[in-house]
């Protein structure tokens, strides 16, 4: 301590706060965060070289490796080993996070108990993970340990009890935690059938274990096997270090979480482009309590653990995550000194952005009234998309929490697909709601007729006046199921069911037109909600059809009486985010320019000239960050008008 607060006045730094329950750090400080994920064969790195690069990016947290499948300190815990490239007596662990707290670095220490080493099996071949043929799940000489064994549910916590006595951490970060359902390799692993799961499923769902993994009561079993286990290292990691965050991929008895933004040479594409932002935002505003560390993954996958993402798609994530009221955060695999340097000097101008303006990024809340709930992924990703190239912000929830907080209140909701009942009473206390989607609607919105297969057909269009953006078309696409309601008085949309599509001479020569409507709107107690009952988000993100776009942007205008918090000349692929920072009393308007993307490339972003924005607020000064210049700003009925001059790849317009 004595040497770290000696260091601390030569560097000019002020020694880290000892951080209580009180204080979290993750959530009060600018947090630049890098994670050298390193090899067991790293152990030999230079700490005093690697915090100085660390610190030199420049980060102000680092993500190191503590223990667990190797442990990069001397362990006296049994049954937990030591890197073998860890020289005799060396405790690089120890080494490095004195030489950060030195420099005023958090040190986030790395635990993976998902795996561990074949003398730990053959001494408790009971707290393994048991494949349907009875035989382990061995990777690369290392045998997987089961959720719900006694390696994670005890030994893990005298491993966790001897690190957090140890160590002066500000927090741990578990990779992997639970049982994968594939392996490094991709190879399913199957439901684990170690005697703790029978037990465990058994006395939960009355009936054996399933041999495959597509259970539902399986997954929900796995999620409820890891919540449980983290509520035991939550709990530890509280009593231990008060002031120490508990970090991973999860929602539930986190401090922060876990995410990554990441690629997979398998994956289908499109390519998701706003990735951080979905993340960071769904994290964010699914917990507000928790931050929300979206590791930007610089590999393309792990065959190539070395080769990095392009530049422009680092640089894009990293300026979402920020736009979200998440901090940049990089991963990479080993040390500082990497083979391919695109990643990191990619990254570099970025943290140094943040560095120079890390006022901006402690204490940011979304400003957001709209908000998007989860659902089937496609037709989520189109109404994410859609809201983000419409230029309205909008927060997303994986939960209903906000439901029971006084102090959260949207002007919309928005459910892509399926709308839980418990939205119910906010309808009638007045909220707005807009469905999509197959599933029957839960609240009172037409009367459902009957559910319709997969139907190649077409929507009528039939009061542009209602419609405004979809008056230069007639007609829809519609590929895929629906829900037929029964006619409307005045109907919107209608069915036009298939017909002759071919040769030309015959197309539409048995075209009928029905009643069946394709949109409806309706009040409810003090609200209103209207129903589009086919999957009009997953079209948009498959097709991009204007008339999807039109049809979606007219109904939220219809449901937003107020009409929207931006209105701008930006164009779609400039993404705005509204936060607010609560205790600075000022909001912020941020711009990520996507225009850097295009199909499977990321390139540097066009840049943007003259975007008026004309915010729904009182403002009299708007200062943009970047161009380091105040904006003239005017009053427009009520609405605040600036015009930026120019957009490069971000910028940040703070509003006062
Ligand atoms: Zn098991």
């Not at 393994?128 to 893990?156: D, Q, V």
Request: net charge negative; charged share 20%; aromatic share 10%.
């Amino acid at each position: 301590m004595y040497l770290s607060i000696v260091l601390a006045l030569i560097c000019g730094l002020a020694p880290l706060q000892s951080a209580t329950r009180e204080s979290r750090w993750w959530m009060e400080e600018p947090i630049r965060l890098l994670q050298t994920n390193l090899r067991e064969t790293d152990s030999t790195v230079d700490g005093q070289r690697l915090v100085r690069q660390v610190a030199d990016f420049p980060a102000n947290t680092l993500l190191f490796n503590l223990g667990g499948i190797v442990a990069q300190y001397p362990t006296d815990v049994e049954l937990h080993y030591a890197s073998p490239h860890l020289p005799p007596g060396r405790d690089l662990f120890g080494d490095v996070l004195r030489e950060a707290h030195a420099r005023g670095i958090r040190v986030i220490g790395r635990f993976d108990f998902s795996k561990t080493q074949k003398p730990v099996f053959d001494a408790h071949p009971e707290w393994f993970f048991k494949r349907t043929n009875g035989e382990p799940a061995i990777y690369n000489g290392l045998y997987s340990a089961c959720i719900n064994g006694k390696y994670y549910r005890e030994h893990a916590l005298a491993i966790l009890t001897e690190a957090l006595e140890r160590y002066e951490v500000d927090g741990l970060f578990f990779n992997m935690f639970g049982n994968p359902s594939t392996d490094y390799s991709g190879d399913p692993m199957g439901p684990c059938q170690c005697d703790a799961c029978k037990v465990r499923f058994q006395a939960r769902y009355g009936r054996p274990l399933p041999t495959t993994r597509d259970d539902d009561d399986y997954a929900e079993f796995m999620a409820a096997s890891a919540r449980e286990v983290a509520a035991m290292f939550a709990d530890l990691i509280h009593r231990k270090r008060p002031g120490a965050a508990f970090l991973t991929y999860m929602q539930e008895h986190t401090d922060g979480i876990m995410s990554e933004s990441n690629t997979g040479v398998e994956r289908p594409l499109p390519l998701w482009p706003y990735s951080a932002s979905d993340n960071v935002n769904r994290a964010r505003n699914s917990e507000p309590t928790k931050m929300a560390f979206n590791l930007c993954m610089s590999f393309v996958d792990y065959a190539w653990r070395f080769v990095t993402v392009p530049q422009g798609e680092i640089q894009l994530r990293l300026y979402q995550n920020m736009a979200h009221g998440g901090p940049p955060a990089m991963a990479m695999l080993g040390t500082m000194d990497q083979e391919d340097r695109h990643g990191l000097l990619a990254a570099q101008p970025v943290f140094r952005w943040h560095a120079q303006h890390e006022d901006l990024y402690v204490g940011q809340e979304s400003a957001a009234r709209v908000l998007l709930l989860g659902g089937d992924q496609r037709s989520y990703r189109g109404f994410f998309r859609l809201l983000s190239e419409q230029h309205i912000p909008f927060a997303v929830s994986d939960n209903l929490d906000w439901l029971h907080e006084r102090s959260r209140t949207f002007d919309l909701v928005i459910a892509p697909s399926g709308a839980p009942a418990e939205l119910d009473r906010y309808v009638r206390d007045g909220g707005a709601l807009l469905v999509a989607g197959t599933a029957p609607p839960t609240l009172p919105v037409g009367r459902v007729v009957g559910q319709r297969p997969h139907t190649r057909a077409s929507w009528r269009i039939h009061d542009a006046s209602m419609l405004p953006s979809l008056k230069h078309t007639k007609l829809l696409l519609l590929d895929g199921e629906y829900v037929e309601l029964a006619p409307l008085e005045k109907p919107l949309l209608t069915l036009i069911p298939p017909a002759m599509f071919g040769p030309p001479e015959k197309v539409w020569v048995d075209k009928v037109e029905t009643e069946i409507p394709g949109l409806v709107f309706a009040n409810h107690g003090k609200g209103r909600l209207a129903y589009i009952p086919w999957d009009v988000g997953g079209l948009y993100y498959r097709h991009s059809s204007q008339g999807h776009a039109g049809l979606m942007a007219d109904v939220i205008d219809r449901l937003l009486p107020e009409g929207r918090q931006i209105k701008t000349t930006a164009h779609p692929l400039v993404e705005i985010t509204l936060m607010t920072q609560p205790a600075r009393k000022r909001t912020l308007l941020h711009l990520v320019n996507l225009s850097g993307h295009s199909d499977t490339a990321y390139f540097e972003p066009i840049e943007m000239r003259d975007i008026t924005v004309e915010a729904a607020q009182d403002f009299t000064r708007a200062t943009a960050v970047g161009l380091d210049q105040e904006l003239p700003v005017t009053r427009v009925n009520g609405s605040s008008r600036f015009t930026l001059p120019r957009l490069g790849a971000y910028e940040v317009v703070v509003l006062q």
